[in-house]
């Protein structure tokens, strides 16, 4: 089993800056390591937003985000992030961490409960 945690939500105003962290335990993430970012704005489809690998591949699925936000890992703490700048009310959603096998990650098998980022315009 793998358990992922996140934090760091909030709410901010437009412009300004999060950053969340997914915090990984249990034995098996040794095995399901590559971690992704998605988020779930409400009435909307989950979208990837980032993921990174074991070995420091990162793969973005915007280019809006790509330009703003940055993921990153630190594989002795088991955690990763995503620091996340110029924010805007169109990135309001619930964000989820998910940890998966393979890269690119065709199945995420463990997630997070997520945190809520509200960006006021």
């Known amino acids: 089993q793998v358990q992922l945690v996140e934090s760091g939500g909030g709410l901010v105003q437009t412009g300004g800056s999060l950053r969340l962290s997914c915090a990984a335990s249990?034995?098996?993430?040794?095995?399901?390591?590559?971690v992704g970012w998605f988020r779930q704005a409400p009435g909307k489809e989950r979208e990837f937003v980032a993921a990174v690998s074991r070995g420091g591949y990162i793969t973005y699925g915007t280019d809006s985000v790509k330009v703003r936000f940055t993921i990153s890992r630190d594989n002795a703490k088991k955690t990763v992030s995503l620091q996340m700048n110029s924010l805007k009310p169109e990135d309001t959603a619930v964000y989820y961490c998910a940890a998966g096998t393979g890269w690119p990650v065709r199945n995420y098998a463990y997630w997070g409960q997520g945190t809520q980022v509200t960006v006021s315009s």
């Open positions: 249990g034995r098996t993430f040794d095995t399901y390591n590559n």
